[in-house]
């Protein structure tokens, strides 16, 4: 099974967060399938890959470790495919929706860390 994590903190009102999340997400070819307050799921839309490779990112959403305004985010992409190369479609993802969150231009990013 592919999986890669990262981090982001950024400055966003709280309230407008998970619609921006759900627009970062359907912008990576994704459709939120759970959604409470703290936690989102999306799953990458079929009909580009094979069902093995499809991707899914769920999104932990901490923000009460840091100020008012500041938001933490985790994120894990994953699919069931094996990484048997560095540049394998679950990567491919992980780094469209890194890219996205990083572009993202209505919130500012504090920090960010991938692995």
Known sequence: MARYTSLFTVVVSFDRLRQ?????????R????????D????????GHVTFAKLVTVEVLIDRFAT?????????????????????????????????????????HLINSAAS
């Open 30 to 37: 994704m459709d939120v399938i759970y959604s409470t307050e």
């Open 67 to 107: 100020p008012e305004t500041e938001v933490r985010m985790s994120f894990v992409v994953k699919n069931e495919e094996l990484p048997l190369q560095s540049d394998n479609h679950c990567r491919t993802m992980f780094d469209r929706v890194n890219q996205a969150v990083v572009e993202n231009r209505q919130w």
């Open 20 to 28: 921006m999340l759900t627009d970062i997400l359907r912008s990576c």
């Open 39 to 46: 936690y989102l799921v999306a799953r990458e839309v079929p």
